[in-house]
């Protein structure tokens, strides 16, 4: 508690272990508006959506998980929210949207290709193998505690679009998440597709667990794989616009 | 803040537009009413920043009660609920006025301590900006209610306006009940003085209902010597309020039975207790102690800081909170007349504890003398957990049972420390 120096710590895709520490309480800040968060640095929106869009469009079985906030009609706004919500999930290629419309346990057992549950989040992305997915419309205390536990004990990399602060917890957050910037990350969904993803170690994969397979394959030691491996917007790579996205299932 | 609001007194609005702070005026009165509008139906309600920090204010000389009064007559509170027990403080009967006022909506008169605090949880919950008071037995009564209003996050006001919780009992200051909260996960402010009871629980109101933060706010003052005695308090016009709460934007739903789903009510898996996941609870208690951390960004926004420092550089520093820093700041007066070099260290914020903020201030210094109202020397602990070097600390000196500290005992312990 108490420690606002610049912190060493990071906040990256897991599992990191039982009960891995509040990103707050290890000295990670919310960003203000016009920011972004990217595994605990603080960085411009622009750039913590192009992060996002790239796990999205990268990292295997990419997930949506609207949350009551968006998933109810409680408003016309909530209405309005949730077309553009989907303008954004029909840019992602074999996207999947599971819902959270609930926080309260769902006992004997939760359907996890149907729901995602803020008890045992981890279920669902242990079942579905999801290595990348985005909250959004999850009341701020419930996406914590699920961030939390799915940084704890999956490999996944957890984007949250919060319309209020914004979440230390995720490896990607942009605050005041509105339709703006629903628009805004669409946009940039695009352009990262149309520009393309350049691998920053060629020939080595571009997907982390590709690249770790592919390690394993010629008898390498498996470095752990981290997500500075792609980056966005460099020319000759993708030579073609990803009209279909990277198709990790099809092996 | 004192300091600060000193200097505000002569605060102009930074905008040239006079009416650029207003968020809204009150409602225009129907055509058949022709009476005047009193109470809260005549404030105007304005940015929080400009209430806080920039109004212009004008001084009066009233008790710590009244100062409270006076602040929650600007807090836009929808409902007060309390087990009022006069004399030991007159604060909630001074909100009691402000109800006949027509400033509160709703005063609810609690059978005792347990069922207050229960029913501050229920108001809460339902969205409305909610205050209750207490002090020394009433706060251990109704504790076990207070400490589940932070895992519930529901923001609400609580003045403590301590005195002794223990037999014998005492309507004098003694803050050892501050020490039963520092655990409980709720933001913790201890005051100074009558200026601090005005000024803190306005801006505990603010912090508490931020959605990163909607967390239970305590504001403490050391009871008797700020409660019942007069001082100078600096205060804007009384037809200006902060802006309502805005429950549908904190960290859980609010229990709203108008509109559906009304099962992802904000307790539901607090009532689910045995069912949810041992992971799920700790990741829950993590995120309470998070969003305290989360508080201290608003907290020096308004509260100019977690703490204020005199006389930075000294050699010996004087940490304390509440009407000890009174005390201390005369020490450090009459010390420098000695030609002694002794600082202070006022903390503001118990909960969150600045502990970053102390460490700076500490580095250099080679005593830390830490006197407190209260037997157990909780801050002394505090203190001590914070900073590094915990031979330098003085845990003293110390009275209690409603005692006075004279600021010799300060300066013969700092003499004795040598």
């Known amino acids: 508690m108490g420690n606002e120096k610049k912190t060493q710590y990071r906040v990256v895709t897991g599992p990191e272990g039982i009960l891995p520490p509040a990103a707050t309480l290890m000295g990670i800040s919310l960003p203000e508006e016009g920011e972004g968060l990217v595994e605990g640095e603080i960085v411009s929106e622009a750039e913590a959506l192009e992060k996002a869009a790239i796990a999205l469009l990268t990292r295997k079985n990419p997930t949506l998980f609207p949350g009551p906030l968006v998933l109810w009609g409680w408003n016309d706004h909530t209405d309005e929210k949730a077309k553009y919500f989907f303008d954004v999930a029909n840019e992602l290629p074999g996207i999947r949207i599971i819902p959270m419309p609930d926080y309260r346990p769902i006992y004997p057992k939760i359907d996890p290709e149907a729901v995602i549950n803020p008890c045992h989040p981890n279920l669902t992305i242990l079942h579905n193998k999801i290595e990348a997915c985005v909250f959004i419309g999850v009341h701020c205390h419930y996406a914590s505690i699920t961030l939390k536990i799915i940084r704890a004990g999956t490999n996944c990399y957890t984007i949250a679009l919060c319309a209020e602060a914004g979440h230390e917890d995720a490896m990607a957050s942009v605050p005041n998440f509105d339709i703006e910037k629903l628009v805004r990350f669409r946009e940039t969904i695009v352009t990262v597709k149309k520009n393309g993803i350049k691998p920053l170690y060629e020939g080595k994969g571009i997907v982390p667990t590709g690249w770790s397979q592919i390690a394993s394959l010629k008898g390498e030691t498996p470095v752990k794989p981290e997500e500075e491996l792609v980056e966005a917007g460099v020319s000759g790579a993708f030579l073609n616009e990803l009209e279909s996205g990277l198709d990790d299932n099809a092996e | ?418």
């Open chain 2, 1 to 418: 803040m004192s300091e600060e609001v000193k200097e505000n007194t002569e605060t102009q609005p930074r905008n040239d537009d006079p009416r650029a702070h207003v968020i809204s005026d009150p409602p225009p009165a129907k055509e058949e009413v022709k009476k005047e509008k009193t109470g809260a139906a005549a404030q105007r309600v304005v940015d929080p920043d400009y209430l806080i920090l920039e109004a212009p204010r004008k001084k009066e000389f009233i008790t710590g009660s009244e100062a409270a009064k006076e602040s929650v007559r600007r807090a836009n509170v929808d409902i007060a609920i309390a087990y009022p027990i006069t004399p030991q403080s007159e604060t909630m009967q001074q909100v009691g006025y402000l109800y006949a006022e027509g400033y509160i909506k709703d005063y609810y008169r609690g059978e005792e301590e347990i069922g207050v605090m229960s029913a501050v949880a229920g108001a809460s919950r339902a969205g409305v900006r909610v205050l209750t008071a207490t002090a020394g037995p009433g706060l251990m009564r109704g504790i076990e209610q207070i400490v589940s209003w932070p895992g519930g996050r529901l923001p609400s006001m609580l003045l403590v306006m301590c005195r002794v919780v223990n037999a014998p009992l005492a309507i004098q200051p003694d803050n050892i009940e501050i020490s039963y909260l520092l655990n409980a996960g709720g933001i913790v402010l201890h005051g100074e003085n009558q200026q601090d009871f005005y000024d803190y629980p306005l801006i505990g109101f603010m912090v508490g209902e931020k959605p990163e933060v909607t967390l239970p706010v305590a504001v403490a003052v050391d009871g008797f010597f700020v409660t019942h005695a007069r001082g100078w308090v600096n205060m804007p016009a009384e037809d200006i309020k902060l802006p309502p709460r805005d429950c549908y934007h904190e960290a859980v739903p609010m229990m709203d039975n108008e509109n559906p789903p009304i099962r992802i009510s904000r307790d539901s898996p607090i009532q689910k207790s045995n069912f949810i996941s041992y992971q799920m609870h700790a990741a829950w208690q993590q995120e309470i102690w998070a969003a305290q951390e989360r508080a201290k960004k608003w907290l020096n926004r308004w509260l100019g800081g977690l703490i204020e420092v005199v006389n930075p550089g000294a050699k010996t520093m004087i940490v304390a909170s509440g009407a000890a820093v009174s005390q201390s700041r005369e020490a450090v007066r009459q010390a420098t007349e000695k030609g002694l070099d002794v600082g202070l260290i006022k903390i503001k914020s118990i909960r969150p504890f600045p502990t970053q903020e102390l460490n700076e201030a500490l580095e250099h210094a080679e005593k830390i003398v830490v006197p407190e109202f209260n037997y157990v020397g909780w801050l002394a602990k505090e203190v001590k957990v914070a900073i590094d070097r915990t031979d330098r600390v003085i845990a003293g000196p110390r009275v209690f049972g409603g005692m006075t500290m004279p600021t010799e005992l300060i300066l013969e312990t700092i003499a004795a420390s040598k």
